[in-house]
């Protein structure tokens, strides 16, 4: 039922008159009656009986009285909302990060976006394959590791991060100021699962330099192998900025690995065809900033 005919039925409704109601409309008295009889049509009966020149709301046209305020209010409605949306009072925002960046990194900016838009209802997702997930459309925007170039995503990139071993700072290894990769055949590792995408970035540097690292200990995410670093379990390869202003793991120091040393290459995508709201591009602006101060 178009909205646009409810107008015009509402005001035939208050006036009782149709010319009087196509005044008010702007339109001609037979273009307002022709629409009115559509209406009529549709709704399969008549809504104002016609005795001479008296116009009396049928039955049913007191029941579309009813209905039709309620139509054109929720038209009213959605139309602020949206407004609401574009002039960043309202909205959703869904973000997919990689697991360490949303555990040890992001909270900070999330807490300074909510002050910014504390309407947003901002939603951080932990995901390891984050392109599909933009891709799906299950998110509105991703941060990831950088992929090959494609047509259907908005790809902007954030810089690099080389990855440093952590070590206990009771480990053998603590005070170096820098260690090969070669050399961790001989320590205690505690790694991700092979698949994930920071175990598969590390592995492909050591494959390329003729050897493999050996695991103690597999776990699936950065905290818990940080918990068995600092339980001198092993020692764990991740991002170098992980631990940087993190008081709670003391014990626990970064030694830079030489060159060539496992760097992961991150960027900001988004479906280039969506809509982003104001919020949206407000998020991605804070993310921008926040990972090329931090990235080499």
């Known amino acids: 039922m178009d909205t646009r005919n409810i107008t015009y039925f509402m005001a035939v409704f208050e006036q ?15 273009t307002l009656s022709q629409q009115i009889r559509l209406l009529e049509a549709e709704v399969g009966t008549p809504l104002f009986d016609r005795i001479g020149k008296k116009v009396i709301a049928t039955e049913a046209g007191q029941l579309l009285h009813q209905y039709g305020m309620r139509m054109l209010q929720a038209e009213m409605d959605a139309k602020n909302a949206i407004q609401e949306l574009l002039s960043e009072k309202r909205g959703t925002v869904r973000l997919a990060v990689l697991p360490s960046d949303l555990d040890f990194h992001l909270v900070p900016l999330f807490v300074a976006f909510k002050k910014l838009y504390p309407d947003t209802n901002l939603r951080a997702y932990s995901v390891i394959h984050v392109r599909e997930e933009v891709l799906a459309h299950k998110v509105d925007l991703g941060i990831g590791l950088r992929g090959p170039a494609d047509k259907r995503l908005v790809q902007i990139p954030l810089g690099s ?8 700072s009771s480990h053998e290894l603590a005070h170096r100021n820098e260690v090969a990769l070669e050399e961790l055949t001989r320590h205690a590792l505690v790694m991700y699962p092979k698949g994930y995408l920071g175990r598969d970035l590390v592995d492909d540097v050591c494959r390329e330099q003729g050897f493999e690292l050996n695991t103690v200990m597999e776990a699936g995410s950065a905290a818990s192998l940080l918990q ?9 390869i991740q991002p170098r900025e992980l631990l940087k202003q993190n008081p709670e793991w003391p014990d626990i120091v970064s030694i830079p690995i030489a060159e060539p040393a496992p760097c992961r290459h991150l960027e900001l995508m988004y479906y280039a065809d969506r809509f ?7 998020l991605s602006e804070s993310l921008i900033d926040f990972f090329q101060s931090r990235t080499v």
């Open 276 to 282: 982003i709201s104001k919020a949206q591009q407000q």
């Open 16 to 30: 009782l008159h149709f010319t009087k109601a196509a005044e008010i409309l702007g339109i001609s008295q037979p």
């Open 228 to 236: 068995l670093v600092a339980a001198g379990i092993g020692a764990a």
């Open 161 to 168: 991060e080389p990855y440093d071993l952590y070590v206990h």
